[in-house]
């Protein structure tokens, strides 16, 4: 079995770091990644920029369709966690490998929650 997630996309906010209960600290930051495609078409375009030379041609010849998912990203491990809270900022185009993480959580109004995270 294998659990592997590749994104390339932009930073959402710059990255935190927190501390829970006396465990390992963990540095946290959205990713958003966008696929693009052209009505009527099959073919999507994974993490295209609307700027790109070949998606200007292709706005010339129909509509373009976008979607944006936003993936929450947490990083664990120590020399990345500290990297990537001091160097990563809002806006950066960033790569991510890690693998999914499925879990619940209660809200601060006590109800429970479901979250994908990326464990990078």
């Not at 959205?30 to 994974?46: C, F, H, I, P, Y």
């Not at 809002?90 to 619940?104: N, Q, S, T």
């Given at each position: 079995?294998?659990?592997?997630?590749?994104?390339?996309?932009?930073?959402?906010?710059?990255?935190?770091?927190?501390?829970?209960?006396?465990?390992?600290?963990?540095?946290?930051f959205?990713?958003?990644?966008?696929?693009?495609?052209?009505?009527?078409?099959?073919?999507?375009?994974?993490?295209?920029?609307?700027w790109?030379?070949?998606?200007?041609?292709?706005?010339?010849?129909?509509?373009?369709?976008?979607?944006?998912?936003?993936?929450?990203?947490?990083?664990?491990?120590?020399?990345?966690?500290?990297?990537?809270?001091?160097?990563?900022?809002?806006?950066?185009?960033?790569?991510?490998?890690?693998?999914?993480?499925?879990?619940?959580?209660?809200?601060?109004?006590?109800?429970?929650?479901?979250?994908?995270?990326?464990?990078?």
């Amino acid at each position: 079995a294998m659990n592997r997630v590749q994104l390339l996309g932009r930073v959402g906010q710059d990255p935190i770091m927190r501390q829970v209960d006396g465990k390992n600290p963990v540095t946290i930051f959205s990713l958003a990644t966008n696929e693009m495609w052209r009505t009527g078409e099959s073919d999507v375009t994974q993490g295209g920029e609307i700027w790109h030379p070949s998606l200007l041609f292709l706005c010339n010849l129909g509509d373009i369709s976008q979607k944006t998912t936003w993936h929450r990203i947490s990083v664990f491990r120590p020399g990345l966690r500290d990297v990537t809270y001091q160097y990563v900022k809002k806006g950066a185009r960033l790569y991510v490998e890690g693998k999914i993480d499925y879990g619940e959580y209660t809200d601060k109004n006590n109800v429970r929650r479901q979250a994908t995270t990326i464990i990078a």
